[in-house]
């Protein structure tokens, strides 16, 4: 999942996925691969993004040489999900997400800035029992929170968001793409997210995985300032503290394509909580 851009002189990275940050895989697997840590939770429901099951990821995501002066750039995603069963054979999962974000000086007039981002909320509608492909597809709202115009683009707007994977024992793969458009003039948005993901499960929690957040800014007229392309991957494990069903992941991205000022490298640290219904 992810925040929208700051539209300056460098882009923030996106959710998770977010983000969605947490943008992850499948819901069955073989049992060697889906052991429960705790109250029924697997590493399957800390990976997908429909998994019927309340969860609460922590995603700091840490951008390096930031802006004209190359700084260190910082956006903390707290991003609650809770699903619904709206019948038999639907699920509606709900995620919000809410971005804290920290920017650099970006000129000798302008100083940094930290506070609140736009916050977004997401809908997928799923299948309860999915076959080979696993699906979901909803709208998504753009909130304009943003504490200050150089943290978001401080304009309501919305769009839709799918994602579609499968799982191939050991891998679990997929994608998830959507586009968000809001306000007009200088300071609208339209952004095109594609967030690939592979993961490669270990028995005990362990797994290996790949999840950049790849994104199109339509609305610079320059094309060739348009995209940002991250490349790399990195570690996860799925334990238990007392009862508690705990994900915690690494992931380090070197962006091969970027606009000018865009941030050169990005580390991302993830805590996920898990609740299972």
Partial sequence: MKPTRSYQSFPLKTFAASLFVTIGVAATVAPSFADAPSGGATVHDAQNPVA???AFP???NT????GPY???ANTLLLQPVYPFK???DWNLITRTIIPVISQPRLSPQTAGKSGLGDIQSQLFLSPAHPGEIIWGIGPQLLL???TDKRLGANRLGGGISAVALTIQNPWLFGALVNNLWAGSGQRRVNELTINPFAFYNFPNGWYLFSSPVITANWADAVQNKRWTVPI???LGHLFKIANQAINARFQFFDNVERPTYAPHYQMQLQIQFLFPK
């Fill in 52 to 54: 019927n099951i309340i």
């Fill in 58 to 60: 922590i995603q700091n």
């Fill in 63 to 66: 951008y390096f040489d930031s």
């Fill in 70 to 72: 190359k700084r260190t």
């Fill in 86 to 88: 709206l019948s038999e």
């Fill in 144 to 146: 304009p929170t943003a």
């Fill in 232 to 234: 790399g991957g990195g």
